[in-house]
């Protein structure tokens, strides 16, 4: 059974492997960060977690994902998250 909530600010440091579906932009921080930025609404990241659990993520345009070393990523708010 699938379940979806809406999420403020979140990071997390348990992602093992996320992909993105093409309506990402991609830049890098001066500090490293790689910023994926939504192009379109509803952009839809699949992110796989340390605890063997996948979740989608559903962005507006103009959300960003910040993913930085070690598995640490940063999620702007809001985003609508589904357990799959």
């Known amino acids: 059974m699938n379940s979806s909530e809406i999420e403020n600010q979140v990071y997390s440091s348990r992602v093992l492997r996320s992909e993105f579906d093409r309506h990402w932009k991609t830049c890098i921080s001066r500090s490293g960060y790689v910023i994926y930025t939504a192009t379109a609404n509803r952009a839809k ?38 357990t799959l």
Request: aromatic residues 6%; hydrophobic residues 30%; without cysteine.
């Open 45 to 82: 990241v699949e992110v796989l977690l340390a605890d063997g659990s996948t979740k989608l993520l559903e962005f507006p345009k103009g959300g960003q994902v910040l993913v930085g070393g070690g598995g640490t990523s940063h999620y702007s708010k809001p985003h609508k998250v589904t």
